[in-house]
């Protein structure tokens, strides 16, 4: 079986995870990439990227440097997790729900407990418990300030793929059930498009990959298939573009090697291939620039299987690939977040080795840097930017239990 497959499927032997044997996450398919969320990661409503009829030109220099900024540990979490979602919340707040708890005798438990952040004080608080227990689920922030939470695994071994949905409302702090997904999933990745649907993509399937693509409509609750993505995947990422288009990068297909690029139009409801032929990777980062573009980073592909240094900028308005430098460090299964800057700050790595180091792209140079170490090696995990442009990143594993900390500017925002 492929090696990437066997990250995203673990088992628990002994109370420890063991790789064994699509995108929120998954162990039986893997971690999450964030957000995308990533995911990578898992994250709210994506804002779209301003349009600009300019093709990209060469790098300039930055007309300001990084600012100097650290590492702060936050108050002790409910419960140290992996496996989970993180969603900023409309009041700044960010709900962390599911995943898998981590004990402090290396036990694991797959759970519905969730709870909320809040920058202000630092402090976590437990909220309301998900009616279903989830790990590897996606999750987003929907345009009326619910978050929407779908399908995943409950159980570690052998565990069937789940296809419930529902909504946490923040004002009450409760979770109610919504339409199930047409099809089960764990690992997909989750859009909001600019209409306010929500597109979920790929992912895995009770011991197969899903190609089959869906919408969430939040007025009715439920869900209607859109066309199949020509190539089932997990393990790849989705970014929403300036014109309301869908980029999906990468990501093993039903042959366990890496897949290209695909672009979803929402108003056709039709997919057409992109040429990326250099992208043929999965487990990676996609992030939006502010210049329109998508940076993809890292990931495994046929050459590089525990993760690769390269990365590619991909431009909407030409539909090509632009090669940029290579990360500092080779990665997979990390998380990339956008800074106010306009740099992208990346953090952690895999389960083979989770990373406390970080690197930061600067789209204006072209260059990526080392950044401050965090307190605690970590994969798995999630990094969510606050309302301050700080980043708080949770949980994963590595040193256990992880707990969490945040990563803003020297004596403050």
């Known amino acids: 079986m492929h090696a990437s497959l066997s990250r995203l499927a673990a088992m628990f032997v002994g109370g420890l995870l063991v790789a064994a044997c699509s995108t929120a996450v998954s162990p039986a398919p893997s971690a999450i ?17 301003p349009t600009q009829s300019a093709t990209p030109t060469a790098p300039t220099p930055s007309p300001d440097p990084i600012p100097p900024a ?19 919340l409309r009041d700044g707040r960010v709900l962390v729900a ?110 197969t990959t899903a190609g089959a693509a869906e919408l969430y409509d939040p007025g009715t609750g439920t869900w209607s298939a859109t066309a199949d993505a020509p190539e089932a995947r997990y393990g790849h990422t989705a970014t929403l573009l300036a014109d309301g288009r869908v980029l999906v990068v990468g990501g093993n297909g039903f042959s366990d090697a890496p897949t290209n690029a695909e672009l979803y139009d929402p108003d056709t409801q039709m997919w057409t291939a992109s040429d990326g032929a250099i992208n043929a990777r999965s487990n990676h980062s996609a992030t939006g620039l502010p210049d329109g573009s998508v940076l993809i980073a890292g990931g495994e592909s046929r050459t590089a299987s525990d993760g690769t240094v390269s990365a590619r900028l ?95 500017p020297i004596g403050g925002s």
């Open 98 to 207: 599911g995943g898998v708890l981590t004990g402090n005798g290396g036990t694991a438990e797959p759970s519905a407990s969730a709870e909320l952040y809040d920058p202000a004080s630092g402090t976590w608080t437990a909220t309301g418990t998900m009616t279903e227990i989830r790990y590897t689920h996606g999750a987003t922030l929907l345009a009326d300030g619910r978050v929407l939470v779908m399908g995943g695994a409950a159980g570690l071994i052998d565990p069937p793929v789940s296809a419930s949905a529902e909504l946490y409302d923040p004002a009450s702090g409760t979770w109610t059930a919504t339409g199930s997904m047409v099809t089960p999933r764990m690992s997909p990745t989750v859009t909001v498009l600019l209409v306010g649907r929500v597109l979920v993509v790929g992912g895995w399937r009770d011991g």
């Open 33 to 49: 990439p964030t957000s995308s969320l990533p995911l990578t990661s898992p994250s709210p409503a994506a804002t779209p990227l």
């Open 314 to 408: 991909f431009d909407p308005r030409s539909g090509t690939w632009i090669a940029t430098s290579d990360m500092v460090e080779a990665r997979l299964f990390h998380t990339a977040t956008p800074m106010t800057d306009g740099t992208v700050f990346v953090t952690g790595n895999t389960w083979e080795r989770p990373s406390a180091t970080t690197e930061l792209f600067d789209p204006q140079r072209g260059t990526w840097t080392a950044g401050p170490s965090m307190r605690a090696a970590r994969s798995n995990h999630t990094a969510t930017r606050l309302l301050d442009g700080s980043v708080l990143v949770v949980g994963g594993n590595g040193a256990s239990p992880v707990s969490a900390e945040v990563y803003g």
């Open 70 to 88: 650290t590492w702060t540990a936050t108050g002790p979490m409910v419960d140290a997790r992996h496996y989970h979602s993180a969603t900023l």
